[in-house]
C-alpha cells in the first residue's frame, strides 16, 4: 500500500471515527440540556457504580433469563470484544502500510494466542448473528414480531453489517493461509479461517499465490469499507445501546425499585409533574435512547399480557421521541404533546408498577418513575385521572382512607383483643402498622387477629396507632398525587417521631415498603419488618412452635406481593414459614419470585376498574388454579382481594381457598 492510499486511509478513518464521536457527544449534549428535570446525585458510590457496570455489561446475567437468545447475545458480546483487537490492528495497518501485531508480539506462543482467539471470535460472531436473523426470519418470538416495521429493518441492517464484518475478516485471514512465507498465516492456528477460504477457493478455483494474495485484498477492502459502514450508521440506529448502556448502567439508581423519589414543591411553579419533554431528567431520557427494543419488558408487563395498551418497550420508545421532537424543535413551531400526541393517556393508567420491566431489561432502564411521573401531571396540573380513582383520593384526604370510613374507626377491629396503643403504652418493642385494609377491610381484619395472635403467643411486646395511624401515601403517590401523599408521609412521620418508634412491623408490602423505602427520603429512617419475616425469625429461633398436625391443608401454592418480592427481595421467608407451619405440599407456579405475575392491584389500580383488555387477576388466578393447590397463600391486603376475586371469576370459589401466610401460621399453634 503507497503513501497516497495510506495518507487517504488515515484521512478517511478520522473522518469516520471523528463523526461517530461528534455525533454521540451532540445526542449527549442534548439529553444534558432538553433533560432540564431535577435529577438526584447520580454520583454518589462511584465505586459501587463502576462495579454494577462491569458486572451487569460484562457478565450479562439479566439476558440468561431466557437462555437461547442469552447464549447467543453473549457470543456476539464477547466476540465482538476480541475481534476488536482485530479492528485495531486493521486500522493501524490501513495507515501504516505494513503493520503486524507480531512486530510487537513476535511469532510466539502470545501472537498464536491472539490469531485463534480472532479465528473462534469471529466464527462465533459469524454463527451467532447467523442464528440471530434465521430467527428473527423463521421462528420470531412475539416480543420481537411485535415490532414496528423501522425497528425491524434497523435490526437487519445491524446484524447483516457484523455479519459481513466478521465474515469478511475470516476470508481476508483465511485467504494468508495459503500465500508462501513469509507472509503465510500458519493454518493451525486460523483453522476456521482456512476452511472458510478453502470453500471460497473451490468454488472459485483459486490456486495461484497471486490470486490468494488479490482475494485476502479484496476482502480485506471490503471488511474496511463494512467496518467504516457499521460505524457510520450506528449513531443513527436503536443499536446505538452499544454505547449508552454504559453510563446507563453507571447512572442507574442504587436504591429498591420500589421507591419513588420526592417532588420538589414550588409554589411559582405552573405545573407539577412531566407534561413536557423538557421536564424529564437526562437520566430519563438516556434510558430512551439506551433501549434497543429487545422487548422483554413487554413480555413480562401484566398490561400487555393482557391486552390493555400499555407496552413498556413503546412507553422508552417515547421517551426517545419526545427527546427528538424537542431537541429538533424550531423556534415558533407547535411541538407536540408529550401526553396526548405521544404517550396516550390509557398507557399511563395501565401501569401497576409491579416493576417486572426493570426486573427484565438488561440494560437496567427505569421505566416506572416516568410512568408517575407523567401521572403527576395529569392528576396535579390537569386535574385528569379516572372518576373512581378521583373518589379514593377524596376518601384519602377526607378520612386518612380509601374506604372513606370515619378513621375513628381504625382501631375497632381490636375490640376485645386486649392490644394497646402507643398513647396508653409506647414502652414496646414494635409498633404493629396495622394499615388501611387491616383495619378496614372485612377480610382483610382477619389476618390482623390473626397476627396479634402470633405476636402474643411468642411474648412480642408491641402497640397500634389506632386512630393516630393514617394512610401511608403509597395509594396518593401511585396515583399521581404527590401533593397529598406529602401530607400524608409528613403527618405519619411526626407521629413516629414523637413515639420514638425503633421497629415497624405491617402485613402490607406497601405499607413495608413506602415506610422502609421512601419515608427516608422525607428525613425518618427507622426498621421495618415485614411480618412474614418476623414469623419465619420467631419459628427460627424457637419462640413461636407450629404444630404442623393441626393443620388439614392439601397443596399450597404462594403468590409472590410484587412490593414484597420484585421490588424488596423477600421470597424466601413465606415459603420457609409455610414449610414449617403445614404439611402440605408447596407447588410453585410457573412465574414465580423475580419472575412473578402481578396481581393487578399495584400503582393505585386496586382503586379503579378494569375495562380494557383481560382481567390481570383472572390470568393470575387461572395460573395459580392449574397447580392443583387447594390454597393460594398470599402476604398482601391487595393480593388477597385480587386473588379471591380472580378465583371468583374462574368458578373455583368453593375449591380453592385465598388465606394470608399470617393466618396460616395462626391456625398451627
Same mark, same amino acid.
Given at each position: 500500500?503507497n ?5 487517504l486511509f488515515?484521512?478517511?478513518?478520522v473522518?469516520?471515527f471523528?463523526?461517530?464521536?461528534r455525533?454521540?457527544?451532540?445526542t ?9 428535570? $431535577?435529577?438526584?446525585?447520580? %454520583?454518589?458510590?462511584p465505586?459501587?457504580?463502576?462495579t ?11 439476558m440468561f433469563?431466557?437462555?437461547?437468545p ?14 476488536? *483487537?482485530?479492528t485495531?490492528?486493521t ?11 507480531? *512486530?510487537l508480539?513476535g511469532?510466539? /506462543?502470545t ?11 469471529n ?23 411485535? *415490532?414496528?416495521?423501522a ?9 447483516f453489517?457484523?455479519f ?11 485467504a !494468508? ?12 492456528q ?16 483459486i490456486?495461484?499465490?497471486t490470486?490468494?494474495? +488479490?482475494?485476502?485484498?479484496?476482502f480485506?477492502?471490503?471488511?474496511i469499507?463494512?467496518l ?8 443513527f440506529?436503536?443499536?446505538?445501546h #452499544? ?11 442504587l ?11 414550588d409554589?411559582e ?6 407534561g413536557k ?16 427494543e429487545c ?8 398490561a ?5 395498551? /400499555?407496552?413498556p418497550r #413503546? +412507553?422508552?420508545?417515547h421517551?426517545k ?6 431537541a ?9 404533546t408529550?401526553?396526548g ?5 390509557d ?13 427484565a431489561?438488561?440494560?437496567h ?21 379516572? $372518576? ?27 375490640k376485645g %383483643?386486649?392490644?394497646?396503643t +402507643? ?10 402498622w396495622?394499615?388501611?385494609a387491616?383495619s378496614?377491610?372485612e377480610?382483610?381484619?382477619k ?19 389506632? &386512630? ?11 396515583a399521581?398525587?404527590?401533593? /397529598?401523599?406529602?401530607?400524608?408521609? &409528613?403527618?405519619?412521620?411526626e407521629?413516629? !417521631?414523637?413515639? &420514638?418508634?425503633?421497629k ?21 429512617q427507622t ?10 425469625? %420467631? ?8 404444630? !404442623? ?8 401454592t ?5 412490593? #414484597?418480592?420484585?421490588?424488596n427481595k ?5 415459603r420457609d414459614?409455610?414449610?414449617a407451619?403445614?404439611?402440605?405440599d408447596l ?19 386496586m382503586?379503579?376498574?378494569e375495562t ?28 388477597m382481594?385480587? +386473588?379471591t ?10 375449591n ?10 395462626a391456625?398451627?399453634?
Amino acid at each position: 500500500m503507497n503513501v497516497f492510499f495510506s495518507g487517504l486511509f488515515f484521512l478517511s478513518t478520522v473522518l469516520v471515527f471523528g463523526n461517530f464521536f461528534r455525533n454521540l457527544w451532540q445526542t449527549w449534549s442534548r439529553l444534558k440540556a432538553v433533560g432540564a428535570g $431535577t435529577e438526584e446525585n447520580r %454520583l454518589a458510590e462511584p465505586s459501587r457504580r463502576l462495579t454494577q457496570m462491569l458486572l451487569g455489561g460484562f457478565l450479562q446475567k439479566r439476558m440468561f433469563k431466557d437462555p437461547i437468545p442469552g447464549i447467543m447475545h453473549f457470543l456476539i458480546f464477547w466476540g465482538f470484544v476480541l475481534v476488536s *483487537l482485530g479492528t485495531v490492528e486493521t486500522i493501524i495497518h490501513g495507515v501504516t502500510g505494513s503493520f503486524s501485531l507480531s *512486530l510487537l508480539l513476535g511469532d510466539g /506462543l502470545t501472537f498464536k494466542l491472539f490469531l485463534w482467539s480472532q479465528d473462534f471470535a469471529n466464527f462465533s460472531v459469524l454463527c451467532a448473528v447467523g442464528f440471530a436473523i434465521t430467527r428473527r426470519k423463521m421462528f420470531p418470538p412475539k416480543r420481537l414480531s411485535s *415490532l414496528s416495521p423501522a425497528a425491524k429493518k434497523d435490526a437487519y441492517i445491524i446484524l447483516f453489517l457484523i455479519f459481513s464484518l466478521v465474515l469478511t475478516a475470516l476470508l481476508s485471514m483465511g485467504a !494468508k493461509t495459503f500465500l508462501p512465507r513469509p507472509a503465510q498465516l500458519d493454518p493451525t492456528q486460523l483453522p476456521l479461517s482456512h476452511l472458510l477460504a478453502s470453500i471460497i477457493g473451490k468454488i472459485g478455483a483459486i490456486k495461484t499465490p497471486t490470486a490468494w494474495s +488479490m482475494v485476502s485484498e479484496v476482502f480485506w477492502w471490503l471488511h474496511i469499507i463494512i467496518l467504516f459502514s457499521f460505524v457510520s450508521f450506528l449513531p443513527f440506529s436503536k443499536h446505538q445501546h #452499544l454505547i449508552w448502556v454504559w453510563p446507563n448502567m453507571f447512572f442507574k439508581s442504587l436504591k429498591s425499585t420500589g421507591r419513588l423519589r420526592p417532588m420538589i414543591f414550588d409554589e411559582e411553579a405552573e405545573s407539577f409533574g412531566v407534561g413536557k419533554a423538557e421536564e424529564f431528567t437526562w437520566k430519563q431520557l438516556l434510558d430512551g435512547m439506551t433501549c434497543v427494543e429487545c422487548g422483554r419488558c413487554t413480555s413480562v408487563c401484566p398490561a400487555a399480557t393482557t391486552e390493555k395498551p /400499555l407496552d413498556p418497550r #413503546l +412507553m422508552i420508545h417515547h421517551l426517545k421521541d419526545a427527546f427528538h421532537d424537542a431537541a429538533v424543535k424550531k423556534k415558533n413551531e407547535s411541538q407536540k404533546t408529550l401526553i396526548g400526541d405521544i404517550v396516550g393517556r390509557d398507557e399511563l393508567w395501565s401501569c401497576t408498577t409491579c416493576g417486572a420491566c426493570m426486573e427484565a431489561c438488561p440494560l437496567h432502564i427505569e421505566h416506572i418513575p416516568a410512568i408517575v411521573d407523567m401521572r403527576r401531571y395529569m392528576t396535579m396540573t390537569e386535574g385528569e385521572m379516572p $372518576t373512581e380513582l378521583q373518589s379514593t383520593l377524596e376518601n384519602l384526604e377526607t378520612n386518612s382512607n380509601p374506604w372513606g370510613i370515619n378513621n375513628d374507626q381504625r382501631a375497632d377491629w381490636a375490640k376485645g %383483643l386486649e392490644v394497646s396503643t +402507643m398513647a396508653e403504652n409506647s414502652e414496646v418493642e414494635y409498633l404493629f402498622w396495622v394499615g388501611c385494609a387491616g383495619s378496614f377491610d372485612e377480610r382483610y381484619k382477619k389476618v390482623s387477629k390473626s397476627l396479634v395472635k402470633i405476636l402474643k403467643k411468642a411474648d412480642i411486646s408491641f402497640s397500634i396507632l389506632g &386512630k393516630e395511624e393514617i394512610c401511608n401515601g403509597d395509594t396518593a403517590r401511585r396515583a399521581g398525587n404527590e401533593y /397529598l401523599a406529602d401530607m400524608q408521609i &409528613k403527618e405519619n412521620i411526626e407521629t413516629f !417521631k414523637r413515639y &420514638k418508634i425503633k421497629k415497624v412491623v405491617t402485613a402490607c408490602p406497601h405499607c413495608f415498603n413506602t415506610i422502609k423505602n421512601e419515608y427516608p427520603d422525607f428525613g425518618y429512617q427507622t426498621e421495618v419488618i415485614h411480618h412474614s419475616e418476623l414469623i419465619q425469625d %420467631l419459628i427460627k429461633r424457637q419462640a413461636l412452635a407450629p404444630n !404442623k398436625q393441626t393443620q388439614e391443608l392439601e397443596a399450597i401454592t404462594y403468590h409472590d406481593s410484587c412490593y #414484597l418480592g420484585r421490588h424488596n427481595k423477600i421470597y424466601d421467608s413465606p415459603r420457609d414459614l409455610l414449610k414449617a407451619s403445614t404439611k402440605a405440599d408447596l407447588v410453585e407456579m410457573p412465574r414465580k419470585k423475580e419472575n412473578g405475575f402481578c396481581c393487578g392491584a399495584g400503582g393505585a389500580r386496586m382503586w379503579m376498574e378494569e375495562t380494557l383488555g383481560s382481567r390481570i387477576n383472572v390470568n393470575r388466578a387461572k395460573e395459580a388454579i392449574s397447580t392443583q393447590a387447594k390454597t393460594v397463600a398470599t402476604a398482601c391486603p391487595f393480593c388477597m382481594t385480587m +386473588m379471591t376475586d380472580g378465583v371468583k371469576a374462574c368458578g373455583k370459589e368453593g375449591n380453592v381457598e385465598v388465606k394470608d401466610v399470617a393466618e396460616i401460621v395462626a391456625d398451627s399453634v
